[in-house]
């Protein structure tokens, strides 16, 4: 499928679950997709099902530990708010938009994790400003491409509300269509963040949430018209999938209170981290362990362990190798995942356990779990040029998604650690 006159379109709804497949299904847009589509129900996301570390793993086919985005955010212990992995820089190796540029391919790319400063031609990238110097408009300039966001500002900038939902996917979605309908695309990547925005604020079950998957049933509509409006369609493939599930939880576990407790870290005059020797980092479902000297994880284990025994909080401790083994962060001591009702985070004052009581400060709904939790998969579905209708693949992993869009572009992933799913393909 890889000629200059075809356009491959790759729709990210963030946060979409194998549960929503059956509500999906029966909406119009998606199922008029469907009819022609094949898919998997049941994806396999990456440990931890984080929305940085999948994105990375769809357009590399790697697990992070291979492609180096470990986690959403940096350790970056001196900072409440700490830096995101938001450079293309952090990926280590080849993606699908790098390979396809080089064979001459037009890509585009509209709020697309770990993007930015990168070479795609039409890039909006997803990066914020994080310090208190920053003008968000300026940022987001300056890690894309200037003119064509310049552009995309100038016209729909008016439909966003910061990073509100649903209208920051409004100016998505607008940009999106403008960018088919002008620039037309071999390789479009597309970042919709809606779905997962509203179930971290109302629950993963909520209306709220089915709104927006209403929601995104209209926009899966829209581009559908604009590529048969524009002549694009008969050349076009496209690929809905989300990157991970959530859960509903109700209490956060803050470990560093415990490990302060234990003299493991400075803290500064602003009351910020200065230097530790032990730290957890935060996944939300799922916390890395960070410790200096490989001496003291034993101790760290059982301080941890310990306190887990009291709280029954905690459902699994895993160790580095373990950990490295489930494709995460192989410069960590321990990781720790997270039993149902519960998620991770890195205050270090207050309790250990924290009610979440319907305070704003928390979400209702969260991931960063094992990709292996019960009921916690992700979907694949495919339609349109160099697809084949009807097949339906019982499971794969997410890291066999970047492989099957290299093929259909082909192009080849080398170092991949997932594989073709040569199912879907004609």
């Known amino acids: 499928m890889g000629e200059l006159n075809n356009h491959l379109i790759i729709i990210s709804f963030d946060g979409l679950s194998t549960q929503d497949f059956d509500y999906i299904k029966n909406l119009t847009n998606f199922g008029m997709y469907l009819e022609k589509a094949s898919y998997c129900k049941k994806v396999f996301s990456v440990y931890p099902t984080l929305t940085y570390p999948a994105h990375a793993t769809i357009v590399t086919g790697k697990y992070p530990k291979n492609h ?38 037009k890509v585009a790319a509209l709020l697309w994790p770990v993007t930015a400063k990168s070479k795609i031609q039409y890039n909006m990238p997803e990066v914020m400003a994080n310090r208190s110097w920053q003008n968000q408009i300026l940022v987001s300039l300056l890690n894309g491409s200037p003119w064509f966001q310049f552009k995309m500002n100038y016209k729909y900038g008016y439909l966003r509300n910061g ?44 209306l709220e949430a089915k709104l927006a998957l209403q929601r995104h049933d209209l926009r899966l509509g829209d581009i559908i018209n604009t590529l048969k409006e524009n002549n694009m369609y008969e050349n076009s493939t496209i690929i809905i999938l989300g990157d991970h599930s959530s859960i509903d939880e109700n209490k956060v576990i803050n470990l560093n209170v415990l490990l302060k407790k234990h003299n493991y870290f400075k803290i500064g005059e602003k009351n910020q981290i200065v230097d530790y020797r032990a730290i957890v980092k935060n996944c939300d479902g799922s916390a890395y362990v960070y410790v ?19 709280h029954k909080c905690i459902e699994k401790i895993y160790s580095k190798k373990e950990a490295e083994a489930l494709g995460a962060d192989p410069n960590c001591a321990l990781m720790l995942e997270a039993r149902c009702g519960y998620y991770f985070q890195d205050e270090h004052e207050g309790d250990v356990v924290v009610d979440i009581n319907n305070n704003h ?33 019982e499971k794969m992993n997410l890291v066999d998604e970047g492989p099957t869009i290299a093929k259909l572009l082909d192009i080849e992933l080398k ?12």
């Open 361 to 393: 400060k928390y979400t209702k709904a969260t991931h960063g779990y094992s990709p292996f939790k019960e009921k916690y998969t992700t979907v694949f579905m495919a339609s349109g040029k160099g697809i084949r209708e009807g097949e339906i693949v």
């Open 68 to 105: 180096g985005i470990i986690n959403n955010t940096l350790l970056q212990v001196d900072r409440k708010e700490p830096d995101w992995y938001w450079q293309r820089k952090y990926i280590k190796g080849d993606t699908i938009y790098d390979l396809a540029m080089q064979k001459g391919m």
């Open 292 to 310: 200096k000297n490989s001496d003291e994880v034993g101790n760290v284990f059982e301080i941890i362990k310990k306190f887990n025994e009291e």
């Open 163 to 206: 990073i509100n939902q649903p209208q920051l996917d409004n100016f998505t979605h607008e940009a999106l269509l403008d960018t088919l309908k002008d620039k037309k695309p071999n390789l479009t990547l597309v970042h919709y963040t809606d779905l997962d925005s509203i179930r971290h604020y109302f629950g993963y079950n909520s």
């Open 415 to 426: 170092d991949a650690d997932g594989k073709v799913i040569e199912s879907f393909l004609k």
